[in-house]
């Protein structure tokens, strides 16, 4: 029985065109002079409260404001909001992701002309957020320590899509075989763009200097040479 | 800007009727005289290590068959191979879950009719596979612990269709916010059913003997009902 495995392509998903709106988002946010980050993760690799710590870190230098996408509940919305930014809770009613045209409707209800940063919490989901292009400047990829180095490898376009990729719960890392290297390597295999990682532990905030500095950096030269 | 949350049900995503199928694939099974299990979760909680323990436990008892799904990779098909089980490997295509009539395609490529226990191991991911019956016996959610104990709230329809729910990476409980009686409140409020919940570690193999008793049950009683 054993030593014999089947390989069958049983499905290429038709998507629709969302690129043509994903340029409207981008044109609208460049109009107002708003920086977008799609942050896009699994369930439970720490979206929330790595948000919490963008939102203390930048909130003096920043008018942040946050798009929580969910299936269901607020809970993330009220989390971001008692942090200091202003937030809209989008109910995805089922799906799987946001497309640019759901994700404009929070932008809209956000009063991005007033904001310089606003973060997307995607659903959390490897797949389906992966295939949208939602109009954001950087797509922000987190994978936490427990979920496994080889990632990469089994949800390939989420990791070939990130323009950088925070590694959280790193304080976990004792307990479980997740090899940084071996990461790299990985993520090296289907992004050939060379893109920042950033290991940081979101719950004692160890590490996320670096990440805020980073997105600091990339919010300043977008916004004054546009 | 804070204490102010709006909420948008941006869309309802329409699902084709694949209801009817996975009535097919139910009287496909019973005719076979096998048992199908539908394993769901997050990329990461430890699906193929859990089917590894319960290939191992029971490839004496049941002639096991596993159906490996991934958007891409066949590496999750080899592993299982090698632990003593028959599979295919399906390739989604980028697609976020199994349908009724991809399942049916990798269950006739197993030779199921000399097959007693047949799982599939589903695309890592909690929203789309919920939706969607295949057919299966049994759902069997995994869930695991560096993930959090609010899951149900923030995933209800994957916690609802559960029959059974395998919390797993148990001896990682000192190092996360996890809290079991709070994590059956949850699953509570999702899913009136009482379904049973097996903690396990599936890396130590600790308490794994509880679920493949309950399998080994539930597979016995509908094979010599049927």
Redesign the interface.
């Known amino acids: ?13 038709i998507l629709e065109d969302n690129g043509i709106e994903g340029d409207k988002v981008r044109a609208y946010m460049k109009e107002k002079g708003t920086y977008l980050v799609n942050l896009m993760s ?3 690799s720490g979206k929330t409260t790595t948000l919490v710590n963008v939102i203390k870190a930048l909130k003096d230098e920043f ?1 942040i404001g946050i798009v929580e996408a ?6 993330d ?2 989390t971001v ?2 942090a ?13 992701h ?1 497309d640019a045209i ?1 994700a404009k ?2 932008l809209e ?1 956000l009063d991005t002309g007033n904001l310089d940063l606003v973060i997307v919490e995607n ?6 957020p992966a ?1 949208f292009d939602i109009g954001a400047n950087k797509r922000v990829v987190i994978l ?1 320590v ?3 180095d ?2 990469p ?5 989420m990791f070939s899509v990130a323009d950088a990729v925070i590694i959280n ?1 790193m ?2 890392l004792p ?2 075989d997740f090899d940084m290297e071996r990461f790299k390597k990985n993520l090296a295999e289907k992004n050939g763009r060379n893109v920042p990682v950033f290991p940081v532990s979101a719950l004692s905030g160890e590490g996320m200097k670096a990440f805020t500095d980073w997105l600091t950096g990339e919010v300043h030269q977008t916004l004054h040479h546009s």
Do not use: W
């Open positions: 029985m054993n030593g014999q495995i089947d390989v069958i392509d049983v499905k290429s998903e699994s369930p439970g008018r969910d299936v269901d509940s607020d809970v919305a009220r909001t008692e200091g930014a202003r937030a809209v809770q989008l109910h995805t009613g089922g799906s799987c946001l759901m409707e929070g209800k659903v959390g989901n490897l797949v389906c295939e936490s427990p979920e496994g080889d990632k490898l089994k949800y390939p376009l719960k304080d976990t307990y479980f």
